[in-house]
Nanobody, 122 residues
Framework: QVQLVESGGGLVQAGGSLRLTCAAS????????MGWFRQAPGKEREFVAA????????AYADSVTGRFTISRDNAKSTVYLQMNRMKPEDTAVYYC???????????????WGQGTQVTVSS
């Protein structure tokens, strides 16, 4: 089992940057694929980015490709989401998730953090 805690959210102007951090407990972090998802009010939770267990491969939603970067540090049991050139439509609660395999479908993940609010002003 793993527990996830996100941090780094906040208010940023359009064009600005934020880095989200997800710290995981437990000694099995490296065995999980990790994903970032977001959910805006009234909308379904949507895929943002994912990274495989070995940190070799990554995947992104089309809406963030070229602007966001996911990375992980297995020694620190931490996954990051660097968000650049942010847009008002990036405003949402961002969640990190852990699963046995990465997937774009949020229902395929087993463990979730509590979320961190990101607000981008225009």
């Amino acid at each position: 089992q793993v527990q996830l805690v996100e941090s780094g959210g906040g208010l940023v102007q359009a064009g600005g940057s934020l880095r989200l951090t997800c710290a995981a407990s437990g000694r099995t972090f490296s065995t999980y694929a990790m994903g970032w998802f977001r959910q805006a009010p009234g909308k379904e939770r949507e895929f943002v980015a994912a990274i495989v267990k070995s940190s070799g491969n990554t995947a992104y939603a089309d809406s963030v490709t070229g602007r966001f970067t996911i990375s992980r540090d297995n020694a620190k049991s931490t996954v990051y989401l660097q968000m650049n050139r942010m847009k008002p439509e990036d405003t949402a609660v961002y969640y990190c998730a852990a699963g046995s395999l990465w997937h774009r479908d949020y229902r395929r993940y087993d463990y979730w953090g509590q979320g961190t609010q990101v607000t981008v002003s225009s």
